[in-house]
């Protein structure tokens, strides 16, 4: 889902500034505020919300606060009981053949700007 507010943005500031886009965070997010299109507007709402819960979840792991843990839980109880529905699979899998269908200079886009570090397969907090 991400993927679809991304998209928009890296097309519009491409058709824009050919020669030096500008995909900050801060044009992205002004690029969020000035859209009219309803339907982009609930998809960031409900993203944004999301994330703000794993953001607060995360926090509360690593740094064991259990307030932050039981409300990154309450945020989206719903979604984080459901992992092993049919529905959410069925969503985790239109998202992988959008990635797959995605337009090339979009997909490496997104994958030279990646917010995450890869992680060492074996290596996981707290082992040796």
């Known amino acids: 889902m991400t993927r679809e507010l ?9 058709a824009q500034n ?14 969020t505020m ?3 299109d309803p339907n982009y507007t609930f998809m960031c709402d409900l993203i944004f919300e999301i994330l703000d819960a794993i953001f607060m979840y995360r926090a509360g792991v690593r740094c064991g606060i259990p307030k932050f843990i039981v409300a990154g839980r309450a945020k989206y109880a719903k979604v984080w009981s459901g992992r092993n ?3 959410y699979r069925e969503l985790e899998m ?8 995605m337009p090339a200079e979009i997909r490496d886009f997104c994958a030279r700007h990646c917010f995450t570090q890869p992680i060492r397969q074996g290596i996981h907090r707290g082992s040796s």
């Open 34 to 36: 000035l859209c009219k």
């Open 6 to 14: 991304v998209i928009p943005f890296v097309r519009q500031q491409m």
């Open 18 to 31: 050919q020669l030096q886009p500008d995909l900050s965070a801060a044009a992205f997010l002004k690029f």
């Open 85 to 87: 529905h049919p529905l």
């Open 94 to 101: 239109a998202d992988s053949l959008q990635l797959m269908r």
